[in-house]
Structure formats: structure tokens, C-alpha cells
């Protein structure tokens, strides 16, 4: 069976090819970087020679691109051995509302939340119909709240919690065998805080732990997957608190993030 991950060539993305690799998993690898997903390939393929692993670069900040990896996934593998699809490309912009830019902000809509959407119907659409799969959104703690400062990056990702939230009862009512989960970790040591142009201090967790905590969660069916017990916590705390409450929070959590 095949594994499709977006955003494969770093951070979660790669743990998650890599660890759906080590469960027996033969892999389709996109994000825009051609290269870097061709030296993912190699690596696997040297620890897992086995494996079957095709590249298809694709920028999922359009909506052609999204619809093209859908149609050469399929075209590729055959619907009948897609198994599992990873919607982990994301990205984000720091800033206050009325400072940063607004094509980086689109940018970044399209890829967190209408790529998100895109691929998450189409896929589990010819899943159902194949009576089985596993849908990941990968989604944050920043999903369950408000971000002050990094107003579009929160409110994209509570726009993937709650997607996946409904379709997963949906499903559930339905009685389907497709699962369908989100992943929702809070800080992770990867690239994606110097792209957005933040600053993190404090213990994050490892890319290789989300993704595994993500991965086997979505395989028992689970609907939401957070990440350590300090980040369960957190979103437990932000609930009791209240929105007004846990916004203001966030403003001067978030904002030291920028090295004010």
C-alpha cells in the first residue's frame, strides 16, 4: 500500500514519510523542492531498499497543483493502493495584523487550509468508495485558539482542526472504515519558526516524536492527536480561561516571539 505525504522535504513531513516507511508503507513524496525530495528518496531507499517511493513536486499554494498531485497520485499508484494521505505542508507569517503581508498571508491561506481542502475530499472520496484509508490533517495547538500576532497561521489551523473534527463524525456515523485524524503538536523543533520569521524559546519536541504520536494515532482511529502531556495542558487551560481571557494570553505569549 502507498502513502502520499505533502510537505515531505522537512521537518514533520519527512518524519512522517520516514516513519510510514519503517511501518511498511511505499511512499508518494511531494513539496515544491524537487531536489530535496529526491535526497529524502535516497535516504529511505538506503535504510529501506524494499521500498517502492515516487517523487511529484508540486507547489499547493495553487489550486491546478493540488488537483495534478491528486491525478498522478491516482494515475500513478492506482486508487485502489492509496492507503494513507499526510496533508502536513504549511507555512506561517508573524506579525501584527496590520503590518504584514498580504501576499505571504494569501499564500498562506492557500496552503494551509485550501490545499488542506482539496486534497482532503478528493482523497477520501476515493477512499470511501475503496473502503479504506487514513486521512492525517496536520493541524497545531494553535488550532484551538487565537493567535495575536500571528493572526493567519492560528486562524488556518483552527480552520484544519475543525474540518477534520466534523468530517471525522461524519465518517463515524456512516460507519465507514476510513479514519480520518488530525495531528495538533505545539512547538517543534524544525525550520518552519525562522520561515515564519519567529522566535522560540522553551523545549519543543522532536519532529520524529510528532510525527509517530500522529501517525499511530490516525491508525487506531483516534480524532485528535495532541502531543506530550505540557501541550494537552495548554489547550485544556485555553478552554477554561475563556476566549477573552486566553487571547490576551496569547498576545503576550506570542508576541515575545518577535524579540519584543
Not at 521537518?11 to 511498511?24: H, N, P, S, V
Not at 477554561?240 to 498576545?251: A, D, I, P, Q
Request: with cysteine; glycine share 10%.
Amino acid at each position: 500500500m502507498y502513502a502520499l505525504v505533502t510537505g515531505a522535504s522537512a521537518g514533520i513531513g519527512t518524519q512522517i514519510a520516514r516513519y510510514l516507511a519503517q511501518l511498511g508503507y511505499d511512499l508518494v513524496l511531494t513539496a515544491r523542492s524537487e531536489d530535496r525530495l529526491k535526497k529524502l528518496r535516497r535516504r529511505i531507499r538506503h535504510q529501506w531498499p524494499e521500498r517502492n517511493i515516487l517523487v511529484i513536486p508540486a507547489d499547493l499554494t495553487r489550486r491546478d497543483e493540488c488537483l495534478r498531485l491528486y491525478r498522478e497520485t491516482i494515475e500513478k499508484v492506482g486508487a485502489e493502493n492509496l492507503d494513507f494521505v499526510a496533508n502536513n505542508a504549511g507555512m506561517g507569517v508573524y506579525g501584527r495584523f496590520l503590518e504584514t503581508d498580504l501576499d505571504r498571508e494569501l499564500a498562506l491561506i492557500d496552503l494551509n487550509v485550501t490545499s488542506v481542502h482539496i486534497l482532503s475530499k478528493l482523497f477520501l472520496k476515493t477512499m470511501t468508495e475503496n473502503g479504506h484509508g487514513v486521512l492525517l490533517n496536520v493541524g497545531s495547538c494553535a488550532g484551538f485558539t487565537s493567535g495575536p500576532t500571528f493572526s493567519s497561521y492560528y486562524a488556518s489551523k483552527n480552520y484544519v482542526v475543525r474540518l477534520t473534527e466534523a468530517i471525522h463524525e461524519e465518517l463515524r456515523r456512516a460507519k465507514s472504515p476510513v479514519k480520518v485524524c488530525c495531528l495538533c503538536p505545539g512547538p517543534v523543533a524544525t525550520s518552519f519558526n525562522d520561515n515564519a520569521g519567529v522566535k522560540v524559546s522553551g523545549r519543543q519536541i522532536s519532529a520524529a516524536q510528532a510525527a509517530q504520536e500522529g501517525v499511530d494515532g490516525a491508525l487506531k482511529g483516534k480524532m485528535l492527536v495532541i502531543p506530550g502531556l505540557k501541550m494537552k495542558l495548554v489547550v485544556l487551560g485555553s478552554h477554561l480561561l475563556g476566549e477573552h481571557l486566553s487571547t490576551r494570553l496569547n498576545y503576550a505569549i506570542q508576541v515575545k516571539k518577535g524579540g519584543e
